[in-house]
């Protein structure tokens, strides 16, 4: 079963930075691409980024374009997410994702961790 865990949120000032990770296991990690998402409480999903299962293709959102890298370690089955220059509109749970086919049918999963918080708040 596929299992992803994120970790590395907590609370930090405008400004600052955290870096999350998202580990994997249950998976041929390096045979998919990765997303990271977040989610306001009481809000929809916002997608944050995604990176292509070699790492060399990644894109982000607008609102995270420049400030936010994504990253991974296919060594190691793990996901990141550097977050500088914080705002206060970064405030949310940021979850990892990966979409599977499940096996013997051509439907698909997406797994989802249960995620992370990021509070941005001086």
């Known amino acids: 079963e596929v299992q992803l865990v994120e970790s590395g949120g907590g609370l930090a000032q405008p400004g600052g930075s955290l870096k999350l990770s998202c580990a994997a296991s249950g998976l041929e990690f390096d045979k998919y691409a990765m997303n990271w998402v977040r989610q306001v409480e009481g809000k929809g999903l916002d997608w944050v980024s995604s990176i292509t299962a070699n790492g060399l293709t990644i894109r982000h959102a607008d609102s995270v374009q420049g400030r936010f890298t994504t990253s991974r370690d296919n060594a190691k089955n793990t996901l990141y997410l550097q977050m500088n220059n914080l705002e206060p509109e970064d405030t949310a749970k940021y979850y990892c994702?990966?979409?599977?086919?499940?096996?013997?049918?051509?439907?698909?999963?997406?797994?989802w961790g249960r995620g992370t918080q990021v509070t941005v708040s001086s």
């Open positions: 994702t990966v979409s599977k086919v499940v096996p013997g049918t051509s439907l698909w999963r997406e797994f």
